[in-house]
């Protein structure tokens, strides 16, 4: 069952609309309605992409790092995000906690709200 906070695998697409290889994203919420809709966004290993005050990093060391199921340190990156169906999710890795997860939410709020 998917729940936000998971981190799951998914074929995120390329900026020039072709499919990419399997990567790891986070499932920030299910969208309201009838379908299985999530809003997700890609985590990367490229740690020079975390944007400060917008990005999440998780790493090595943090309390819910070994629960993520990721295998290095990675960015969550919270500007690359997208709205998939839930049957293209290729399986649940792991999950972060819940305060992470509030964090990411808020500076996608923070960052939509500014005037």
């Known amino acids: 069952m998917k729940s936000p906070g998971q981190i799951v695998l998914f074929k995120f697409p390329q900026t020039n609309l072709q499919q990419g290889k399997p990567r790891p994203a986070l499932l920030l919420g299910k969208l309201p309605g ?16 975390y944007n400060q005050s917008f990005d999440e990093i998780i790493q090595i060391g943090d309390s819910d ?8 340190p990675s960015v969550i990156r919270v500007g690359r995000l997208a709205v998939v169906d839930g049957s293209v999710l290729l399986g649940a890795i792991g999950e972060i906690d819940f305060d992470r997860l509030q964090r990411v939410k808020a500076n996608l709020a923070d960052w939509l709200t500014q005037a």
């Open 65 to 72: 790092f070994s629960s993520s199921g990721l295998k290095e």
């Open 34 to 49: 009838q379908y299985d809709d999530w809003l997700i966004c890609m985590l990367s290993t490229q740690l020079r992409h």
